[in-house]
């Protein structure tokens, strides 16, 4: 399965945006980017997802680097409630894969 | 919408007893998973099932079984609990469609199981 690696923390002040990063330098053609957050207490929660393009929703959005060696989850403005483990996976496509496997995350902390 | 149902809730075994955490899913999903998240840790894949009949292990399946019946429902048995077997467990969900890759994941809201 290809590898994710993102911060273990990250700060950030209420209000002001947000750039998650993640590296997955052994991603392959057919792997798909997905985020998601795990607020405290909660199961985690679909954020965004995404293939080579960038992406927008009512989120966040991604944006995925051209070689796709490296995506970032940017929150444009960031809230109390968006204090969270954020976790980068990606999802493959194609074959019999059908594992949904998580890493460490990163805990981002948002200060008022 | 109920997404995705686990129960119970809260549950305190002692040593040796056995349990079925209950998850269930109104999605008509064919892929479900279970996870254990010990504190301050990410989740660990314990099984996952592919659809009905089909089942499958993860990085941590020792001390844990499943079935899958039916395409709803997808429990979780504990046969003889230790205390290393104190976690949330988490049960999800997702539809595989035509590339399971561009399909999102829902979530339960958790077990926490504490041995004693």
């Known amino acids: 399965d290809a590898k994710t690696t993102q911060p273990n923390s990250m700060e950030s002040n209420e209000e002001e945006p947000v750039h998650l990063p993640c590296n997955h330098s052994?991603?392959?053609?057919?792997?798909?980017i997905h985020w998601y957050r795990q607020l405290p207490s909660q199961g985690p929660e679909y954020v965004i997802h995404?293939?080579?393009s960038n992406v927008n929703n009512r989120m966040a959005s991604l944006a995925i680097a051209e070689d796709r060696k490296s995506s970032t989850l940017i929150l444009h403005r960031a809230t109390l409630r968006d204090a969270a483990v954020y976790y980068c996976?990606?999802?493959?496509?194609?074959?019999?894969?059908?594992?949904?496997?998580f890493g460490k995350g990163t805990l981002l902390t948002v200060n008022p | 919408n109920a997404g995705v149902t686990q129960t119970p809730k809260f549950r305190i075994l002692k040593i040796g007893q056995s349990m079925t955490l209950q998850c269930t899913q109104d999605?008509?999903?064919?892929?479900m998973y279970w996870y254990r998240q010990d504190p301050g840790m990410g989740l660990k894949l314990i099984y996952y099932?592919?659809?009905?009949?089909?089942?499958d292990k993860g990085e941590v399946p020792n001390g844990y079984n499943v079935s899958r019946s039916t395409t709803e429902d997808f429990p979780l048995r504990l046969e003889l609990a230790a205390p290393s077997q104190t976690s949330v467990y988490f049960c999800?969900?997702?539809?595989?469609?035509?590339?399971?890759?561009?399909?999102?994941?829902?979530f339960g809201q958790g077990t926490r199981l504490t041995v004693v």
């Open positions: 999800a969900s997702s539809y595989s469609g035509s590339g399971q890759g561009s399909t999102e994941a829902f």
């Open positions: 052994t991603i392959s053609g057919t792997d798909y």
């Open positions: 995404g293939l080579t």
């Open positions: 996976i990606l999802r493959y496509s194609g074959g019999s894969n059908y594992k949904l496997t």
């Open positions: 999605m008509n999903h064919n892929y």
């Open positions: 099932s592919v659809g009905a009949g089909i089942t």
